[in-house]
């Protein structure tokens, strides 16, 4: 135990200084395909080994093979944070290491999940009462709401606007159901005039991947009540916004939908993984997923969480979202998220107010789309990139590509944003 102790202090000082020192180094891994791979024994030790001598691996194989999302200039796809509080929710959750499988295997850990949902839908204007659980990400999410929704109309079609993001196609093919395609409008945003007698489900995207369009949740579920058709909300980015008053308008039309998802692993400062899905039909996610068998005990009284998803095994992943919303407070994530939102509209004006450049969609949130006129988006973006000095993305937009810069970590500052901008301005070929 005492050897124990000696390497727990020697991992949590390698955790404090690598997040101290990650800004210095290069937000893109530089290494090539293989590279790690060859760097690495081909056989397992016979021999246990110390972990003084693992940890010097991860320093000098391993980490010059990361991309690291946890920099403050990690602006690619939906950058996110592993916090401090999260980091140590993280090893609380590793040392307990219980399986909220049935409110047996962890009472504490079925009871703070189901609490931790309801406070964390109360910060984001949810309506009280809905039924909230905890899921790896919004893919397995997905997959459980249109296993749910399909019990209640089998067979049917699932629809998603073109910008919405793949997992939705993903998980129609994983349940057997068709996927359409629902065009946008100029702005990103699905067209809600689309006929709904075929339909199983309707996905709406509250900030979608591309260009973080908010469709119209509220038409949409006025029109799914009529016809008796399930509407899922995926606000796996855009809806930890909601914790801001100013920024609940995302969410509006959200008490009318079936089941909703958001990811506190994108914009709630929530390491990987934790996607948090709330339903007001619970008993439909039931039909979908409960069966019994006698070498597992239910207690029936009780919640046993294992029936409202695909896994039995479930990480106890409410202990980290817990500590998170206690260790920031309400006030601390609306601050990060409102500095996060300042910096984006901060960024748009500067490349607004810049020859040759423009900004491509609407950013209500903390992510610009733009491009430079008469230059390859994708060269600016992997100019900028092997540079080390930050990551974007780039997405297809309209018939072109534009670069997205998405602001979502804890540590990004105006002047990490700043050498961002100075960085692709100097990228233009
Ligand atoms: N929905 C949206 C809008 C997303 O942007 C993403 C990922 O970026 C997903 C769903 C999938 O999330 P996950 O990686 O948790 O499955």
Same mark, same amino acid.
């Given at each position: 135990?005492?050897?124990?102790?000696?390497?727990?202090?020697?991992?949590?000082?390698?955790?404090?200084?690598?997040?101290?020192?990650?800004?210095?180094?290069?937000?893109?891994?530089?290494?090539?395909?293989?590279?790690?791979?060859? =760097?690495?024994?081909?056989?397992?030790?016979?021999?246990?080994?110390?972990?003084?001598?693992?940890? @010097?691996? &991860?320093?000098?194989?391993?980490?010059?093979?990361?991309?690291?999302?946890?920099?403050?200039?990690?602006?690619?796809?939906?950058?996110?944070?592993?916090?401090?509080?999260?980091?140590?929710?993280?090893?609380?959750?590793?040392?307990l290491n219980v399986n909220v499988m049935t409110?047996?295997s962890s009472?504490?850990g079925?009871?703070? %999940?189901?609490?931790?949902?309801?406070?964390?839908?109360?910060?984001?204007?949810?309506?009280?009462?809905?039924?909230?659980?905890?899921?790896?990400?919004?893919?397995?999410?997905?997959?459980?709401?249109?296993?749910?929704?399909?019990? &209640?109309?089998?067979?049917?079609?699932?629809?998603?606007?073109?910008?919405?993001?793949?997992?939705? %196609?993903? @998980?129609?093919?994983?349940?057997?159901?068709?996927?359409?395609?629902?065009?946008?409008?100029? %702005?990103?945003?699905?067209?809600?005039?689309?006929?709904?007698?075929?339909?199983?489900?309707?996905? @709406?995207?509250?900030?979608?991947?591309?260009?973080?369009?908010?469709?119209?949740?509220?038409?949409?579920?006025?029109? #799914?009540?009529?016809?008796?058709?399930?509407?899922?909300?995926? =606000?796996?980015? @855009?809806?930890?916004?909601?914790? #801001?008053? %100013?920024?609940?308008? #995302?969410?509006?039309? #959200?008490?009318?939908?079936? $089941?909703?998802?958001?990811?506190?692993?994108?914009?709630?400062?929530?390491?990987?993984?934790?996607?948090?899905?709330?339903?007001?039909?619970?008993?439909?996610?039931?039909?979908?997923?409960?069966?019994?068998?006698?070498?597992?005990?239910?207690?029936?009284?009780?919640?046993?969480l294992k029936?409202?998803?695909?896994a039995l095994g479930r990480r106890f992943?409410?202990?980290?979202?817990?500590?998170?919303?206690?260790?920031?407070?309400?006030?601390?994530?609306?601050?990060?998220?409102?500095?996060?939102?300042?910096?984006?509209?901060?960024?748009?004006?500067?490349?607004?107010?810049?020859?040759?450049?423009?900004?491509?969609?609407?950013?209500?949130?903390?992510?610009?789309?733009?491009?430079?006129?008469?230059?390859? $988006?994708?060269?600016?973006?992997?100019?900028?990139?092997?540079?080390?000095?930050?990551?974007?993305?780039?997405?297809? &937009?309209?018939?072109?590509?534009?670069?997205?810069?998405?602001?979502?970590?804890?540590?990004?500052?105006?002047?990490?944003?700043?050498?961002?901008?100075?960085?692709?301005?100097?990228?233009?070929?």
């Amino acid at each position: 135990m005492s050897q124990f102790r000696d390497d727990l202090s020697l991992a949590s000082g390698w955790v404090a200084d690598y997040l101290e020192r990650v800004r210095d180094l290069p937000v893109v891994s530089q290494v090539a395909p293989g590279d790690i791979r060859s =760097a690495l024994p081909a056989s397992p030790p016979e021999a246990p080994e110390d972990f003084a001598t693992v940890l @010097a691996d &991860l320093e000098q194989v391993l980490l010059p093979g990361v991309t690291h999302w946890n920099h403050p200039r990690f602006f690619a796809w939906f950058a996110n944070t592993g916090s401090e509080p999260g980091v140590l929710g993280e090893l609380l959750t590793a040392a307990l290491n219980v399986n909220v499988m049935t409110w047996l295997s962890s009472p504490a850990g079925t009871e703070l %999940e189901v609490t931790v949902l309801d406070w964390l839908a109360q910060l984001l204007g949810l309506p009280s009462g809905l039924h909230g659980h905890i899921e790896d990400t919004a893919s397995t999410s997905t997959i459980a709401v249109l296993a749910a929704a399909r019990t &209640l109309r089998p067979g049917g079609v699932v629809y998603a606007s073109e910008q919405a993001n793949f997992v939705v %196609e993903k @998980a129609a093919r994983l349940v057997g159901l068709e996927y359409r395609e629902v065009e946008v409008d100029s %702005e990103f945003r699905m067209r809600a005039d689309f006929p709904l007698d075929d339909a199983t489900a309707v996905v @709406a995207t509250a900030g979608t991947t591309g260009t973080t369009s908010v469709d119209p949740v509220a038409t949409l579920a006025a029109r #799914c009540a009529e016809a008796g058709v399930w509407l899922h909300v995926d =606000a796996a980015y @855009a809806g930890s916004a909601a914790i #801001c008053p %100013e920024l609940r308008w #995302c969410l509006d039309g #959200c008490e009318h939908a079936d $089941s909703i998802v958001v990811n506190p692993h994108k914009w709630l400062f929530t390491p990987m993984d934790c996607s948090t899905l709330w339903t007001r039909r619970p008993e439909a996610f039931h039909d979908a997923f409960a069966i019994r068998r006698d070498y597992m005990e239910s207690t029936d009284a009780a919640l046993d969480l294992k029936d409202y998803g695909p896994a039995l095994g479930r990480r106890f992943r409410a202990l980290k979202l817990w500590l998170v919303l206690r260790m920031y407070g309400a006030e601390g994530l609306r601050a990060l998220i409102r500095e996060h939102v300042r910096l984006a509209q901060l960024f748009a004006s500067w490349v607004d107010a810049e020859p040759g450049w423009e900004v491509a969609a609407p950013h209500p949130f903390s992510t610009v789309c733009f491009h430079h006129a008469g230059s390859d $988006s994708d060269e600016i973006a992997r100019r900028a990139n092997a540079t080390g000095k930050l990551f974007v993305s780039t997405a297809g &937009l309209g018939g072109r590509t534009v670069i997205r810069l998405a602001i979502g970590n804890g540590q990004t500052t105006e002047d990490d944003v700043r050498l961002a901008w100075e960085v692709l301005c100097a990228s233009v070929p």
